[in-house]
């Protein structure tokens, strides 16, 4: 009875031990779960299309891309090769493309790298054009787009030239920031 | 030149503004607009366009300088405060310490209208009853006379 009593004794000195190593040198059980960490990505898509639609069905925009990877914690988007093909306020379709597309977080700012191309199809009012320049920023809340970098609009009307861009999707109004060169065909 | 309106129009400024909805632009900071022979120097240019049709272009400067070659090879030059030229009505304002010089026959007043379409030049401040008329509205005009003494 007694060797029983002292092997239970030695028993449970060597479990109090293994636990307490387990605690003090490897992993405590909370790192030991599945908690976030800012580099984890929860979700990758490669070659994809992303329709998003509105209230009435229709569809808002479509976003396709070669990459597309999701960080948990974060909540950052990286697309690689994004186009995205939206209808701008007078109903034309318009499509932007670039190398990379950033957003730090949801509902943040999205930026936009690497020869970055807009095109817009024309109509009645306002003609077809095209915008160049080396990055754009996108700011949802304030609806605001934006870059320093040289920009180059071409259109059937002439080409417009300048260094550093903003314009307001609600004031529909577009500042060149400087460097300003316009070059416009004769109206005669 | 008369095919200056056939070139195209170049403009170099400092920044732009368009808006779409208001339907104008405005060029800012060392603006030179340049269409065949003719050159416009300013300090701000504002080119009223709604509908995307150009109604009126109004440059600020200290002063606006313009010229152009006339068909007869000569060069015409203007300057004032402030330029405005209608363009349905082809009508061009200028407005303080107003000057156009050709060769070197000069005409300066404080304000100046002229028709591009009839060549029809006023000049001074137009007399108001019963207000004293203006001494600085005095029209200043030096011609050249072109025939040699014989």
Redesign the interface.
């Known amino acids: 009875m007694k060797n029983i009593g002292r092997l239970l004794f030695v028993l449970s000195l060597i479990v109090a031990a293994v636990v307490t190593w387990l605690n003090l040198s490897w992993k405590s059980i909370e790192q030991l779960t599945n908690s976030p960490s800012e580099s984890r990505i929860d979700y990758y898509l490669s070659d994809f299309t992303l329709m998003k639609t509105n209230e009435s069905g229709s569809i808002d925009y479509q976003l396709n891309g070669r990459h597309l990877t999701h960080k948990q914690a974060s909540g950052a988007t990286e697309i690689y090769q994004p186009r995205i093909r939206m209808r701008s306020d007078d109903g034309q379709i318009m499509t932007v493309v670039s190398e990379k597309a950033l957003q730090q977080a949801k509902d943040d700012s999205i930026t936009l790298s690497g020869d970055v191309l807009v095109k817009k199809v024309g109509t009645s009012?306002?003609p077809e054009f095209t915008l160049s320049t080396e990055d754009l920023l996108y700011n949802p809340q304030q609806r605001l787009i934006s870059t320093t970098a040289a920009i180059q609009f071409n259109s059937a009307a002439?080409t417009?030239k300048?260094t550093g861009f903003e314009t307001s999707l609600d004031?529909?109004?577009?500042?060149?920031?400087?460097?300003?060169?316009?070059?416009?065909?004769?109206t005669? | 030149l008369r095919d200056d309106v056939t070139k195209p129009v170049r403009i170099n400024a400092d920044t732009v503004v368009f808006n779409k909805a208001k339907g104008f632009a405005v060029y800012s900071g060392n603006v030179v607009i340049v269409q065949g022979s003719l050159q416009i120097r300013a300090w701000e240019i504002t080119i009223q366009a709604p509908n995307n049709t150009i109604q009126s272009i109004t440059a600020k400067g200290s002063p606006v300088q313009f010229q152009q070659t006339m068909d007869d090879g000569k060069v015409a030059k203007g300057k004032a405060n402030l330029v405005r030229y209608l363009v349905p009505q082809k009508q061009l304002y200028l407005d303080g310490a107003a000057e156009l010089t050709q060769n070197n026959d000069k005409f300066s007043s404080q304000h100046i209208e002229y028709s591009t379409r009839t060549g029809e030049l006023k000049a001074g401040i137009a007399r108001v009853k019963g207000k004293k008329p203006d001494p600085k509205g005095r029209v200043s005009a030096i011609f050249y006379p072109t025939n040699k003494a014989q």
């Open positions: 009012s306002s002439g417009l300048g004031e529909q109004e577009l500042r060149i920031l400087s460097n300003v060169q316009a070059e416009f065909q004769a005669q």
